[in-house]
């Protein structure tokens, strides 16, 4: 019998005893041993939910028990649940956890700690809720060198975009529609500003390039200046608006960026709607794949929590190597980055678009009479900074462009 | 130093080898070792290959050196394959195979020697090319009961159904395009006639659904049949038609069948194009996942097969469990399948449809003046078989519907 003990009785939580409850028989024999739950720790009480006869407040009783293999933590934020973990890894128990902010900060450490341990520290969950997206990086992709991860990683704003295109809606419409359905919250700040995009898509850069990417040095934009007008753009250009975080190794530099991109219809993210997320990745033989499921909610996340269970117990004294470091991964200037520009502009000629950009592609859109758009060749983000600044004032919104 | 020895130097083997050269440095920090190629094994001589110093033409010389660790087989077909692979096991060395024949066939015993003998017989490469679907199912989607699988896994009839669809030829315009390419085979009989994607179907099910399902048993039906007005249809009705290798388990009872599908634009598998390929999976606490990709081609179908071998590397004394068991997966019976029914009718009328299924949607596109199409409600094969037999020489074509 396996041990294990859950850290908070939330969503995810209480996701994670519902999903071992529910499978119990198949999820035992893929672990090759019986999954028990000795413990859920909550300062909350539970009365008449059957999760009180194992609920306990005083995470003490936990970290001191010899007979807890495994913690599960499902907290989320960064204290109490980055004590907690370390206390647990120290103590030689392994750890499943769904807290993209933990993994994000102090991954590296916890890491290491589990090598030394001969345990694990484990967060499939973290990133894109259900999607299998970490172990196959850990443990498929292990013959390729990975040069580009791609990932609409945040399902609020996926789902956000996605009703902005299909219903001609703004952006506090359906912000508002978002947290009617539960599936933004009352602080949108860190889905719709990127902040969660670009934890995830550190972690998941740090793990298929080998080198720690630190969050904060990842240039982030959301998605709160996108409005009605882009979205007629994207249509008549048969391309969509997503917010990705990509990351990509150009030779032996790197960069990252969270942003909102036009997509066009031979990616196949342009087809990754509603609250769905999915990952990109291009591997030097593999070539392209990517990996589509739900990037959030209790079942989902739940699921990739407890497979982090199941491998755990399968490799209880054992541990799962995995490709990050603790060396920093180093990225360009944003200024080097090249890509593609969507411009709107009004109050200007298209020769003076062009004195400045050369040859572009350009949109007018017949709903938009006042105005119209264009796309730059590709170029340096200096460059084209340098270039739109000859048209201060008339510029009316920028959009990269997904290549 | 951990000897590996490739069987075939074809498409495949030449593809093993170049991955590993052009990435040895990143795959032996995963393997945690060096990867060493020992052996070439090939009837034929390639003069002035760098493979010729490795190249050996008995199998005798790679089966009795006790220092090759893992044996790469990708020479394709039965024999001598299944004989080769099975000494190997036997002989304590570890098996990375691209073979879906082979596993299709003889899996369950292949696996069972290697369990035996704690080493590893692994076939990432034999379904879905490079897509690291194989892996998913063994040790990421461990916490849930799989309910379906549904692939589009033969990547030379998604090329020619993309052709049709986009291009509006036929059959054996596309058919002879794709062989000029390299799509398809001189005898394109396999791929088309849907027993290539049968075997792959047969060995995702069997991990999926932890029972062994005889490809044999699967219902298979191939895409000879389609015309350029049934994918005038398709479009008419705003969906395209796929190849589908499908198994779904209903209660305690399971169906499996191949054959193609008009798919609508609700599903993931609506826009993989081209000659990739896609495995759509529901768990039933994961929910939706799709895992997309390069289904064939040398160096993606190479990755996979040194992802294996990574694998085996890192766990050479280990047998790494899977879900398969040598108990049959018993079908249900195919009468007692459930869908809906796209069928084209001529010298009929509304009225006679009606009576033989009552409410349908019907489609009239303008183009096809001569005739008709309706889709029925949802019902049984052998209720769709007795009702259709009302309108006998009226028939013009049947395609399943995707719901």
Known sequence: MINIAVLGYGTVGSG??????????????????????KYVLDLRDFPGDPV????????EVIVNDPEVDIVVEVMGGIEPAYTFVKRALQAGKSVSTSNKALVAKHGSELMEIAKEKNINFLFEASCGGGIPIIRAL???????????????????TN?????????????????KEAQAKGYAEADPTA?????????KIAILSSLAYGKFLNYEDIYTEGITKITPADMEYAKELGMTIKLLATSRRIGDSFYAMVAPFLVGQSSPLYSVNDVFNAVFVHGNVLGDAMFYGSGAGKLPTASAVVADVVDEAKHLHRNIMTNWSSYALKLMDMDEVEGRFFVRVSDTTMDEVEKAFG?????????????????????????????????????????????
Chains 1, 2 share one sequence.
């Open 138 to 156: 850990n443990s498929s992709l292990t013959a390729d060198e990975i040069d580009e991860i791609t990932g609409i990683l945040n399902g609020t």
């Open 52 to 59: 009180e006869k194992v609920l306990v407040h005083d995470y």
């Open 16 to 37: 994670v005893v519902e999903v071992i409850n529910t499978n119990h028989e198949s999820i035992n024999k893929r672990a090759g041993d019986e999954i028990n739950i």
């Open 359 to 403: 040859d572009v592609q350009t949109i007018e859109p017949d709903d938009l009479p006042d105005e119209f758009g264009f796309i730059t060749p590709v170029m340096k983000q200096a460059e084209y900074y340098e270039k739109i600044s000859k048209l201060t004032g008339k510029v009316l919104a920028m959009i990269r462009v997904k290549d």
């Open 191 to 199: 889905d719709v500003g990127g902040a969660d995009a670009c934890r």
């Open 159 to 175: 789902y956000m975009l996605y009703k902005m295109s299909t219903e001609n809606c703004d952006f506090d419409t359906v912000l």
